[in-house]
Each structure stands twice: as C-alpha cells, then as structure tokens.
C-alpha cells in the first residue's frame, strides 16, 4: 500500500489520540535511513525518539532476534524462567553506576520502569511521597503522567492524577532558573508540602529530555544525592532517554560520579525491541515481596536476546566514543549556526545528546515555538525528520542513531540549514 492508501485507513481505524500527525509509513529502515510506502528516501535525526543509538535493524540485533525467535518467544518469566533474563540482569548490575550490589527488574517501557522504581522506593523506605521537577517527563501512563512536569499533551484530558506527587524547579539558568534557585526550591517543596519522613524518593532526568535537553550540573546532581542521605530518602535518577551512550558515557550520571539508588532504563536499550529496566541497590530492589514485580510480557526472550546483542555492540564498534565524536561534530556546526543566523541560540550537547533553542529573540531568550515547527515541517519536506521539545516547544533535539555514517549526518546538517536559510532568518 502507498502513503495515501495508509493514510486513509489511518484517519478511519486509528484513534486520532493515537495517530502521528506524519503522512510517510516507513516501509524498510537501515542504520540512519529510512524508505516510505513511496519510496521515498528519508534521513532519519529521531532515531524513534532515541531508541536507535546503534541505527535501524543493526546486523547484529537482528541476528540475535531471528536465533532467539527459532529458540523460545514467551513464556512469561515468573511461570518458566530463562538465560536471556538473568543474563541481561547479571550485565545491567555489571555496567549501572548504583550505590552497592545491584539488583534487576526488566519491564516493558520506560513509564513502567518509573511506575515500578516508585512501587520499589515505597516498598523500601516504607513512605508515600516522590518528588520530581518541573520539565520532567516520565512516561503516559496515570503515576507518570503526574510526575511529569509538564501537562499538555499528555496529561490535558485525563481527568484528576495521582496523589502524594510532588515538583520542585528544575536548574535552566537560561530561562533564569539558576543552581540556587533549584535548590532553595527543592529545600522549601520538602518544608512546605512534601514532609521529609514521609517522602520516599526523589526522581530526576541528569539530562530533562522532553524537556529541552537541558543537562543538570555535576554540583546540583551531588547535592540532590546529599539531600537525599541526610534525609533517608532515595535518589531515583531516569536515564529513558539519556542512557545507552547518548552522552557519551553508557549513562549520563556517570559524568557526575554520583550514585543514585535507582536508575531506570528503555529506548536504546534493545535497538527498537520493547524492553526497560529498573535496576537499584539489591537491599532496595529485595524489600518488596515475592511476585511484587513483574508483567506478563517483561523482559521478554526476543527483547533479552537483543539486549545482549546491543551490550557487545557498544563494545565491539566502541559506540561511546563514537557519541562523543558526534557530539562534538554536532557543536561544532550547532555553534556556527548561532553566530549565522537570529534565530538559533544556546547550542549545547553531552556527548550526542545535543540541542539548540529557536528564538525570537537573543537577547531577551524569547522562545519561537511557531519557527521551530516551520522548520520541522520544511525539514520533513526535503527528507529529514527531525525533533522539537520543551517547555515552550522551541527546542530542536537531535537523536540520530550514534552509527550515523559521516556523509548522511552531513547531507541531514545541510538540510536544516537550508531549511534555516530559507524561513529567512539569517
């Protein structure tokens, strides 16, 4: 079927809560490339939203599928347990910066990893409260949905969300929210309504994704974790989005030193197979009770075997100083662009997880939300997908898969800023 043919069936089957505002179906995908049901070739900067750190159906995934799908597909691992779960937990407990022995659960998704994280942390520390900040996303479901820190879309038409949640601001010192201030918020949301001795844990992204990619300092990250001691409280820290090599490191905490009770884990996880994880301090992670956690589908075989086979990926193509190569590229031309054209300011990246904000105005730091989705949309015209996020939805994100060959980044580069040259704002 063809893109028209799809979209007709779309606009008449798929709820429209449900359906991309996108009018190309992928019909095949390799590395950073996609083809449509046309034929039409696209250069893919999303990477499914930062589920393809090692590119489209990498050979080695997919070989690990096909060995894995002649062996078992499910059996539900509580009733028959198999080597692909353990295996994946002995790695993750291996590779992921907790405090102490780590111990593992594999979920689904990355808002069933927080939904879960927030189950283990009450379990453990015997009180209700998390708090969280403003510009987090967590996931769709009713427990993240009000832990996000940001309402539309996802939130507006759902009705009252869950209690005992809780948000403190965010450092963006570039929308005037500095260090201090965060801190002094955190401090007063623990004073004024969310008591110490009854709040379990506090939930941050090191890097908001959703967001506006907006990286969290090393000196903010030890004080939440000081915090967090004094407190007895745990420091849950979501890597959804920035984990699996997007800054360089396999985990962006890890540019900090600092060790969080919890992380929780999906996306470039198991290159495109649905598959997250919480893994945390194994006193932590043991304090619920037997057949506490788990699913129907978590940590499925197909999703393990394809997680071990991303693991030695990373190892074998050395795909996180690959990130920092990108990113470094990425800067470079992101930094250009700032000083060519009005409308493009405050470039930043950790390791490839990098971003610039589309603005009316420097100087005053003036969000253009309207821009951005022009240039969104002039980039999907000539063959790019390309990202927007934020608070104030002027922040485009690039989330193409770490594997990028140089030629395609460059073509995609020279896209937006054709697309930049031609919305006259240079």
């Known amino acids: 079927m063809n893109n028209a043919q799809l979209n007709e069936l779309k606009t008449r089957y798929v709820a429209s809560g449900a359906a991309s505002p996108a009018t190309q179906f992928a019909e095949r995908a390799e590395n950073a490339l996609i083809w449509d049901a046309d034929g039409n070739r696209i250069i893919d900067f999303a990477g499914g939203i930062g589920v393809l750190n090692v590119g489209h159906r990498h050979p080695k995934v997919v070989q690990a599928v096909k060995d894995q799908l002649d062996k078992v597909m499910h059996t539900c691992q509580t009733v028959m347990p198999y080597e692909g779960y353990v295996k994946v937990a002995e790695k993750l407990s291996q590779l992921t910066p907790v405090r102490g022995h780590g111990k593992v659960m594999l979920a689904n998704s990355g808002a069933e990893a927080l939904e879960n994280a927030v189950k283990v942390a009450r379990a453990a520390t015997g009180r209700d409260n998390v708090i969280c900040f403003t510009g987090g996303y967590h996931g769709r479901t009713f427990m993240t949905m009000a832990m996000n820190g940001k309402v539309a879309p996802y939130a507006t038409d759902f009705g009252s969300m869950p209690g005992n949640v809780f948000r403190a601001p965010y450092p963006v010192p570039y929308h005037g929210v500095s260090e201090e201030d965060a801190l002094n918020g955190l401090k007063m949301t623990l004073k004024t309504d969310a008591n110490p001795r009854d709040t379990a844990a506090i939930v941050l992204?090191?890097?908001?994704?959703?967001?506006?990619?907006?990286?969290?300092?090393?000196?903010?990250?030890?004080a939440v974790r000081e915090i967090c001691d004094e407190h007895g409280m745990?420091?849950?820290?979501?890597?959804?989005?920035?984990?699996?090599?997007?800054?360089?490191?396999l985990f962006a905490i890890e540019h900090s030193g600092v060790e969080p009770d919890i992380i929780t884990m999906a996306k470039s996880m198991a290159d495109g197979m649905p598959i997250s994880a919480v893994v945390g301090t194994d006193t932590v992670m043991?304090?619920?009770g037997g057949n506490s956690l788990g699913g129907t589908y978590t940590g499925s075989p197909v999703s393990c075997a394809a997680t071990l086979a991303v693991l030695e990926v990373f190892e074998e193509?050395?795909?996180?100083?690959?990130?920092?190569a990108l990113g470094d590229k990425l800067g470079e031309r992101f930094t250009k662009w700032q000083q060519d054209f009005a409308c493009v300011d405050n470039v930043r990246h950790l390791g490839a997880m990098a971003a610039f904000d589309v603005v009316a105005d420097k100087d005053k730091h003036t969000p253009d939300a309207e821009l951005t989705g022009a240039l969104c949309k002039k980039a999907r015209e000539k063959g790019l997908i390309l990202l927007s996020c934020g608070l104030y939805g002027n922040t485009l994100r690039f989330l193409m898969p770490v594997t990028i060959e140089d030629d395609v980044l460059q073509e995609g580069l020279d896209i937006v800023e054709a697309c930049l040259k031609e919305l006259n704002h240079a």
């Open 234 to 249: 745990l420091m849950i820290v979501d890597e959804v989005q920035s984990g699996f090599g997007r800054t360089g490191k």
């Open 205 to 222: 992204e090191p890097v908001l994704g959703e967001g506006g990619f907006y990286a969290a300092s090393t000196s903010f990250l030890k």
């Open 317 to 324: 193509e050395k795909i996180l100083e690959k990130s920092q």
């Open 286 to 288: 043991d304090a619920s």
